[in-house]
């Protein structure tokens, strides 16, 4: 499966969402996830995402966004369409340890 990561948090350009052929985007207030039991591991979502927060869980130490996006993909409600990412995104590409400070 693909994961969405720290990178997202903020950030939610969400150009994710328009390519994925399943539809297994799901977004919360600060970040989106995949759900991984419906993610068809195509990697056409990983160079869509312009802050690159889209990985294949088969890279080392993303066992924490493995279970991150378990988790809230059943949770936060499904997402298919693009929309405005916030006004400071391209500001919040740069910020460090973002999970810690925004996740809610
Ligand atoms: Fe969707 Fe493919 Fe990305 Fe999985 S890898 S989230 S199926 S676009
Ligand atoms: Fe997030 Fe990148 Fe999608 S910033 S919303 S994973 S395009």
């Known amino acids: 499966t693909y994961v969405v990561t720290d990178a997202c948090i903020r950030c ?14 799901y977004e919360g207030e ?11 591991d195509c990697g056409v979502c990983e160079p869509e995402c312009p802050a690159e ?3 294949p869980d088969t890279e080392p130490d993303l066992e924490k ?12 409600p499904n997402i298919t ?5 916030p006004e400071d995104a391209d500001e919040m590409q740069n910020e460090e340890g973002k999970f ?5």
């Open 53 to 55: 927060a889209i990985l």
């Open 12 to 25: 939610k350009y969400t150009d994710c969402v328009e390519v994925c052929p399943v539809d297994c985007f």
């Open 81 to 85: 369409e693009r929309k405005d990412p």
């Open 65 to 76: 966004w493995l279970e991150v996006n378990t988790k809230y993909s059943a949770e936060w």
């Open 30 to 40: 600060n970040m989106l996830v995949i759900n991984p039991s419906e993610c068809i």
């Open 100 to 104: 810690d400070k925004f996740f809610s």
